[in-house]
């Protein structure tokens, strides 16, 4: 360990020789002892060891002296190095310089003249001691908080390699359902379509009893279907294989759109044990293809009807508008969604329905309205119900 120095400070050279060579026989070679004959003289030696990067480990200092008093010294030592040990020599009067110096300069010794050699060695050593390992303490201390911030700087690196790693492997994972989805969507679609040939009787049907409007409504909500089946499958494979799609636009009334969905779900079986509500204040007027907001309208109250239970369950359809949307609010009193779901609904393959849900059927919905310039937002709170609300831009009039 490097050796640091003392100061010694008395304008009494006799004092000052004593003072001297009584610490020199108290510390050994593990210090090194200036001297200086007055405050001044003091500071000069402690700007030379200061330039020179030595380090002042004591000054001890005589209060009286011509000059700046010894308590004005330490205490402007204490200002610009307060770890340095201060000691004051005085006489039996002094003592109010030692309250002085102990308020501030951290005075931490006082010795009335004349003092005890003993008493001198043993404090002394003691003090220089106790600075030693209050030293060694805080360059530990510094070297343990530079450890701690290499290892927390490590632990960010980790957890920002692990993030990527988890979103790549999320991702991957990702990618690999949505190709399993559009190799099934495309098989089914073929297959569907295949099947969905026989739906074509019901043209006949109609044809065939062309007066009466039980086939006629019955044949159509049959071919209806038929068509919804396929464009929904047709959707899956779309959304598996991420192509945006241009829908055939035209302008529709909401509430019209929405009459002729209920007619049509009626014979839905989940659907037919639970009171739907409808409340059209307005009948806005928007460009849009009917058929995939029919798709959306059915996923929402299909997943409504799920969360409710029969025969109390009770689904809201609300129709509003205001300056440049339309909205549509599909609300229910069911069992809600628990809030640290609610980010996760729109995620593909993300469902609370266990193994009779896909977890794609909002993400869907969602895809679609975004295509109409619209966008799709979900409140719940379990216990109580959950609304979806669909917003669609209104046709201006010219």
Excluded at 1 to 8: A, N, P, S, V
Excluded at 135 to 163: D, P, T, V
Aim: proline fraction near 2%; include cysteine.
């Amino acid at each position: 360990m490097k050796k640091g120095f003392i100061i010694c400070v008395d304008d009494q050279a006799a004092i000052l020789d004593a003072l001297m060579t009584q610490l020199e026989n108290a510390v050994g070679d593990t210090c090194n002892i200036e001297t200086a004959e007055s405050a001044e003289e003091a500071l000069e030696v402690l700007g030379d060891l200061q330039r020179n990067g030595e380090l002042l480990e004591m000054i001890i200092a005589d209060e009286v002296m011509p000059g700046m008093k010894g308590s004005q010294l330490l205490e402007i030592v204490h200002k610009c190095f307060p770890e340095v040990i201060k000691v004051m020599l005085t006489g039996q009067a002094g003592l109010d310089a030692v309250v002085y110096a102990i308020n501030h300069a951290g005075l931490d010794k006082y010795f009335t003249k004349p003092w005890e050699y003993e008493d001198l060695k043993l404090t002394v050593v003691n003090l220089l001691e106790k600075g030693r390992l209050a030293r060694k303490n805080k360059l530990l201390a510094s070297e343990l908080r530079e450890k701690y911030q290499e290892l927390e700087s490590a632990y960010h690196k980790l957890a920002l390699a692990y993030k990527q790693v988890k979103e790549t492997q999320d991702q991957l994972i990702h990618t690999e359902k949505l190709a399993i989805v559009g190799q099934v969507a495309s098989g089914i679609a073929h297959e569907v379509k295949n099947q969905l040939h026989m739906i074509g009787f019901a043209e006949l049907i109609k044809e065939a009893y062309p007066a009466d409007e039980k086939v006629q409504k019955y044949a159509g909500f049959i071919l209806n279907a038929g068509n919804n089946i396929y464009h929904l499958v047709d959707e899956m494979r779309r959304f598996a294989k991420k192509e945006q799609r241009h829908y055939e636009m035209e302008m529709c009334s909401v509430t019209d759109v929405i009459s002729h969905l209920l007619n049509f779900i009626r014979f839905d079986k989940l659907l037919a044990h639970r009171k739907i509500i409808t409340d059209f204040t307005e009948n806005p007027t928007v460009r849009a293809n009917s058929d995939k907001i029919g798709q959306v309208l059915i996923n929402l109250l299909r997943n409504a009807a799920y969360a409710t239970s029969e025969n109390t369950g009770e689904i809201r359809i609300t129709v509003a508008a205001n300056k440049d949307h339309a909205v549509i609010q599909v609300q229910d009193n069911g069992c809600g969604i628990p809030e640290e779901y609610l980010p996760r609904i729109w995620e593909p393959f993300f469902t609370t329905k266990g193994d009779e849900g896909t977890g794609l059927g909002l993400d869907i919905c969602r895809r679609i309205i975004e295509e109409h310039h619209g966008a799709i937002t979900c409140t719940s709170r379990v216990n109580v119900g959950t609304t979806f609300t669909i917003s669609l831009p209104l046709v201006q009039d010219a």
